[in-house]
């Protein structure tokens, strides 16, 4: 674990910085999968992972049934405490300084909002003061590190951001975010890649 100086700490905190936080496999380990369709019939179901490596074949399609489903998001999510604990802190020091904490998932709207926000207030995570973005409902963009590209440059454009920082599992999503931070040389771009282990690693 990184140990950074008593002074570190206070610049850290008078930084006003935008901190965004993907949610499977980064916040949470979760269960639910994506089915691939196929005439109708289910082919393949695909976790979190997989599916951001899957390229969809001739007549192939995405049924999302489950990762939209709120319950099955709050039965079966396991926090990662590590991560966990870094949203937590990270949200009391953006209280101080004009800072913000955003989440960015991939998913689309839940069937069941509230229900989706509580597995958060379950971990004791003050959600009423992080929005919520919602990738998966801009399915005419493409990739999910497209449509993730697509929010960002949305919170880049204003807010007067010093430094930005990204959590993720997966590294297409940072790749594309660290290529934002080329065109903002002002900026100080951190891109972090959540382990197996749910220990970030600056990439």
Known sequence: MEIKSFRQSLNEEAVKTLSIFDVDETLFRTKAKVNVMKDGNIIKKLTNQEFNHYKLKDGESYDFGQFKDAKIFAKTSAPIGHMIGKLKSTLRKADKNGSRVIIVTARGDF??????LNTFRAHEIDIDKIYVERAGNFEF???SAKKKKFIFKKYL???????VRFFDDHMDNLTTFKALGRKMPDVDFEAWHVKPNGIPHRV
């Open 157 to 163: 454009t204003r807010g007067g951001w010093k430094r």
């Open 111 to 116: 069937d069941d909002r509230d229900t989706f």
């Open 141 to 143: 963009i493409g990739s």
